[in-house]
């Protein structure tokens, strides 16, 4: 509460504002805030569903590391971070409990499932949130992004439970984990135990396959980021993960932290296979690639092995409970031969149906590529 000052200017002019008056509605002002702040102070958590005095509360760590005690009662969530947290909360079967999260509208597939997220307010992202918009939506628990120090605080500053999600910085292991604390979060740990299962099977299923192919002969791959710049992961991103995960060996991998690369760097790593994130829509190949002329000797490009990331309800080259899905299909394009009887349908199929409780077509699914 003692930060909220700093937020924002009321916009009122007390200048010319009579004393007794000006007192007295001082005075109603601060016992509306106390009225309201109440709600979110933990002296008076209890009232809001958190743990009886004596009882041990519920408790999860985060992708911060850090403790978060959980309310009893979780029905109102804000999201504040883009996409994936979105996924998981569905996943868990806690969809209709998010009261505002970042706009669904890139992602048509997934609006199809949950028809209600076109509908759903936006209280901002990131470092760019509303305190005002949380504040009027009184959640019992915000998710936000690890990469949001600042605004996650001015939230917590108000009372409310912040749990942070991984979001791009994650490794397979630490999505894993996220899976369950999300499980725990909403009392959904066997969902999430199942999901982590789905996941190691596949995982173990692409493993085994190209265990026999020495590293010095494994595809040499480039991840090209939406727009106009070459941008990429290194090792501290997902893309390093998703392209290891499916056995090939990321080009990028030493640039640790940094995102843009040239051409000419480009050129020296010469990756047997280019992977772009489609940042608009299925099928919309960056003409960053196969319309630069100085690209053109690039193995992959001489090749024709530039491929777009597919996008079901979320992109499948970014961290989400999807993200599995992605991770299979990069490994049957980078091994053809080696992922013989890998049927990308069938397992795209079975996970919408176990998972979102949706009857995926024929259509839909083609519309991924």
């Given at each position: ?23 007295g509605g001082v ?314 009887g890998l049927d990308?349908?069938k397992e795209t ?21």
């Amino acid at each position: 509460m003692k930060n909220c000052g700093n937020e924002r200017s009321s916009g009122l002019s007390i200048g010319a504002y009579p004393t007794n008056r000006f007192a007295g509605g001082v005075c109603a002002a601060m016992v509306m805030l106390f009225m309201f702040f109440c709600g979110f102070s933990p002296s008076v958590a209890h009232a809001r569903g958190m743990s009886a005095p004596g009882a041990s509360p519920k408790t999860i760590v985060d992708a911060a590391g850090r403790t978060v005690v959980l309310p009893d009662a979780i029905r109102r969530v804000i999201i504040t971070c883009y996409g994936g947290a979105t996924h998981e909360v569905s996943v868990m079967g806690a969809a209709d409990r998010i009261v505002a999260q970042p706009s669904m509208r890139r992602f048509p597939n997934l609006l199809k499932m949950y028809p209600r997220f076109a509908a759903t307010e936006d209280a901002g992202s990131f470092e760019n949130v509303s305190i005002e918009r949380i504040m009027t939506l009184k959640p019992d628990l915000v998710i936000a992004g690890i990469t949001s120090p600042r605004a996650n605080r001015k939230i917590e500053s108000l009372g409310i439970p912040v749990v942070t999600a991984a979001i791009g910085r994650a490794d397979i292991d630490a999505l894993l984990d996220e899976f369950r604390m999300m499980g725990r979060v909403f009392g959904t740990e066997k969902r999430a135990a199942e999901l982590v299962s789905f996941w190691k099977e596949r995982l173990s299923f692409i493993r085994k396959r190209v265990s026999g192919i020495p590293m010095a002969k494994r595809k040499r791959v480039f991840y090209l980021g939406s727009g106009s710049s070459l941008a990429t992961d290194g090792r501290l991103w997902w893309g390093q993960h998703f392209i290891s995960a499916a056995g090939g060996v990321n080009v990028a991998a030493d640039i640790g932290p940094a995102r843009q690369v040239t051409v000419e760097q480009l050129l020296v790593w010469n990756p047997d296979v280019i992977v772009i994130h489609t940042d608009r829509s299925p099928g919309s190949t960056d003409g960053t690639v196969r319309g630069n002329p100085r690209m053109k000797n690039v193995k992959a490009v001489k090749d024709n092995r530039v491929y777009p990331c597919p996008v079901g309800a979320f992109w499948w080259d970014r961290p989400s409970p999807e993200a599995i899905l992605g991770i299979l299909w990069l490994a049957k394009t980078l091994y053809p031969e080696r992922m013989k009887g890998l049927d990308l349908k069938k397992e795209t199929v079975s996970f919408y149906k176990r998972f979102h409780d949706y009857g995926l077509s024929a259509g839909e699914y083609e519309s991924f590529f």
